[in-house]
C-alpha cells in the first residue's frame, strides 16, 4: 500500500516539472484541479462529524458535531492550524463534560 | 556542455554546506518546519492509534511525505477501505501538485534531467508557497529548492516519528478527545483552502454528497465520488460567472 501511495504521490508532482516546462494545461482542467483540495477536505470531514457506524449521527450527543461550530469559528477567525486543534480539542472535551 | 555541467556539480558537492542558495533554502524551511511539527505529531499519533506500527508510520512519512494524504490514509486504513481506494485516494489527493509543479517549473527550468525527481518529490503545498515568494532572486535556484525543500523533509519525518514512538511507549488511549484532532485540522485546513464563493458551495456540495454516499456505497469511496463531482460542479460554477 505504501508503495502504491508512493507512486501516486510521485507522478504528480514530478512529471509535470520535468515534462510541461512552459505548456499551458488546459484552462478547464486547471480550474477542475483548482477545487480539489477544498472537495476532499469536505468530503473527508463531514463524514468525521455526521455518521457513526455508518448512519447519521443528528442529535445534540454528538460531541463532535457541537465541537464543529465554535472549532469553525476559530479556524475562520485565525486560520492556524495550531489554535484550531487545540481550540476544537478544548471544545469537544466542554461538550463531551456538557452531555 | 555536459561536462562543464559535471565540473559544477562536483564543485557544488565540495561546496555542499557552504553554498549560500542551499543555506538559504533551508533556513526559509524553518516556519515550514514549525507548521508541520504539531501536524506530524498529530499524524504519528493518530497512525499508531488507528493500528499502524511507530516504523511504518515512520516510512509513510520518509517515503510518501504528503501530510494530507497521510492523514486521509490513516482514516481509510481505520475504516478498512480497499488499499485500492486509499491508492485512488493519495491521487486525487495529490492532483494538486500539478498545479504547483507545473508553475514551478517555470523557475526550474534547463536543469540536467536527473535533478527532477529530487525538485518533484520536495514540492508540497508549503514549500511551493514559500519558493513562490522568495525564488525569484536567487542564483542556484534548484539548490534554494532543495534546501528549503529537503529541511521540511526532515522536518516531518523527525515530528511525525517523534508522534508515533511517543505514542508507542505512552498510551495515551483512544477514543475520546484525540479522535476530534483529524476534523479539527481538516476543518482548518478547509477554511484556509477557501478564497471564493464558489469554492464554498463546493465544499458544501462535496460534503452532501460524501454523506449521501457513505450512506449508500460501501468501502470509503464515498470521499473520492465526492470529491471528483464536486470539483466538477466547481468547474461549471466558474464557467458561468
Known sequence: MIFGMVVVTFIPRVLPLALLGNKELPESVVI?????????LAALLAPSILLKNSSLYLSLENTALIAF?????????????FYTVSGGLIFYLIASALV | MSQREENIINKNFTKKFNDSSLKAGSKDALPIILGYLPIGLAYGMLAVNKGLTPLQTTAMSVFVFAGSSQLVAIEMIAAEAAVVAIVIMTFLVNLRHLLLSASLSLHLRNLPLY??????FLVTDESFAVAMSK??????????????????????VFSSAVGAFLTEFINFGSGGALDFVLPAMFVVLLVMQISSRSEIMVAIFSALLSIFFALTIDGSWNIILATVLAAFLGVYISGNS
Open chain 1, 69 to 81: 461550530f465554535p472549532t469553525l469559528l476559530v479556524a475562520c477567525k485565525t486560520k492556524n492550524i
Open chain 1, 32 to 40: 477542475w484541479l483548482s477545487y480539489i483540495p477544498a472537495a476532499v
Open chain 2, 115 to 120: 535533478y527532477y525527481p529530487f525538485l518533484g
Open chain 2, 135 to 156: 525564488i525569484e532572486n536567487k542564483k542556484k535556484k534548484q539548490r534554494y529548492f532543495i534546501g528549503l525543500g529537503f529541511t521540511a523533509y526532515l522536518g516531518w
